[in-house]
């Protein structure tokens, strides 16, 4: 939690950066945007709260599961105006689940819905490739502007690990076999300027076919959240 309240206390200070910049006369700025092959929101760097849809009975999150992503997009730009364009790339994306599902014994496929636990926190670490389409308003002086992102994203676990400590004792499990190696998913963010809501809906479950009884539980993955863009 504190590494991302750093973060959003960078993207806070750049913003204020950006209106002092952009409240200046275009013709006494110091630096002149003359190039007219400009491009925008090379990075980005994300602030989300995983919501998990199609609970097993009894299925309950706790307080806020977390998560930040960062990475890179080139943008395409596909219009003369430069205001539609296109952005594929690559980043990474960690999450703190947290919830009332306690893993005790993978190799069975041991789970239990204890409400009373003292702590259960399942992390997630993925490789994502991004593919958006963009719509904005923007001008090469100004770093003010309306913007619509909405796209296609897949990704690939990296890492993955529980942490439970409640009934059945004290259980930490790394990489086991259960979680689904990939998923894939679609996005759209927009916004003014530096603040843009996000979210994303993912279409594979998190975990692997049959892994949860009854089967119906998906545990699909929607975050929601803040997006910020960096040129």
């Known amino acids: 939690m504190k590494r991302i309240l750093f973060i959003a206390f960078l993207m806070v200070s750049f913003n204020f950066y950006g209106q002092a910049t952009d409240t200046l006369p275009e013709v006494k700025r110091t630096i002149k945007v003359t190039d007219p092959f400009y491009r925008e929101d090379q990075f980005y760097i994300g602030i989300t709260h995983s919501i998990l849809n199609k609970k097993p009975e009894g299925f309950g999150q706790r307080s806020i599961s977390a998560g930040t992503s960062f990475g890179f997009l080139r943008d395409i730009p596909i219009n003369k105006q430069r205001t539609v364009a296109i952005a594929p790339g690559f ?11 306690g893993l005790i014994n993978p190799e069975i496929n041991d789970f239990v819905i204890e409400s009373g636990l003292t702590r259960n926190v399942q992390k997630l670490t993925y490789f ?41 004792g004290k259980l930490n499990f790394k990489n086991n076999d259960l979680v689904s190696n990939s998923n894939i998913g679609v996005y759209v963010s927009a916004g003014f300027n530096t603040w843009n809501f996000y979210a994303y809906y993912g279409f594979k479950p998190l975990y692997k076919k049959d892994i949860l009884t009854p089967n119906e539980s998906y545990l699909n993955m929607i975050n929601v959240g803040l997006m910020f863009y960096i040129l």
């Open 128 to 168: 994502e490739i991004p593919l958006e389409i963009r719509w904005r308003n923007s001008k090469m002086h100004s770093h003010k502007f309306w913007r619509v992102y909405t796209g296609v994203k897949y990704s690939y676990l990296l890492h993955s690990s529980t942490k439970y400590e409640g009934y059945y």
């Open 91 to 101: 980043g990474f994306a960690f999450y703190n689940l947290r919830h009332n599902m």
